[in-house]
Structures are given as structure tokens and as C-alpha cells.
Nanobody, 115 residues
Framework: QVQLVESGGGLVQPGGSLSLSCAASGFIFSSYAMAWYRQAPGKQRELVAVISNGARKNYADSVKGRFTIFRDNDKSTVYLQMNNLKLEDTGVYYC?????????WGQGTQVTVSS
């Protein structure tokens, strides 16, 4: 079955960096777009970045120039490199894959930006 497992969250000071990983299994990873979402306390889940199966990338305006999404098809893993983190980047980050018309989510990883 499809599984998505995130890792790499943690506590970081403003201006710091974190790298998130999402290891995928149960489907042909290279054939599907993958995305990162986040959900801050009391807010709706929002799209952060998406990468197509052809490695075309799109970002939320709030993270452009600071975050980079990339994928390693050999490892069936999608990454999110986050630089110059801000307080408002705090939240639970989720990996999502839309596989055969079904959305699959990872369990999420907490990112806390705090001084």
C-alpha cells in the first residue's frame, strides 16, 4: 500500500535552516507529482510547494526564494530544504501524493521556529 513517511522536523531559531524528507513506497514514485503542505495552529492546511514528475516546481508566495523542493526518484524521496526560516513557518509539515485519483498523506513532522 501507499506509504509516505516524513522526517527532519525540529526546533530552529529564526533565520535558521531545516531539511525535511518524505520517503515514499507502494507506488511508482517517478510517475507522480509530490507536494509539501503545512498547517499552523488554528489555521487551515496550505500548500507550500509542489514538484511534478518532470521536476517542474511551484511554490507558495510566502516561501519563494527561501524553500526548495526537490526529488530523488532513485530513492523514492521528496525533500524540502527550508532556509531563512521565519516565525510564521511554524507548523506541522505534511507530504502528499495524489496517486490514481486518491490523495495520500504522511503523518506530518513538526517544525517550530522560535527564538
Amino acid at each position: 500500500q501507499v506509504q509516505l513517511v516524513e522526517s527532519g522536523g525540529g526546533l530552529v531559531q529564526p533565520g535558521g535552516s531545516l531539511s525535511l524528507s518524505c520517503a515514499a513506497s507502494g507506488f511508482i514514485f517517478s510517475s507522480y507529482a509530490m507536494a509539501w503542505y503545512r498547517q499552523a495552529p488554528g489555521k487551515q492546511r496550505e500548500l507550500v510547494a509542489v514538484i511534478s514528475n518532470g521536476a517542474r516546481k511551484n511554490y507558495a508566495d510566502s516561501v519563494k526564494g527561501r524553500f526548495t523542493i526537490f526529488r530523488d526518484n532513485d530513492k523514492s524521496t521528496v525533500y524540502l530544504q527550508m532556509n531563512n526560516l521565519k516565525l510564521e513557518d511554524t507548523g506541522v509539515y505534511y507530504c502528499k501524493g495524489s496517486i490514481r485519483s486518491t490523495d495520500y498523506w504522511g503523518q506530518g513532522t513538526q517544525v517550530t521556529v522560535s527564538s
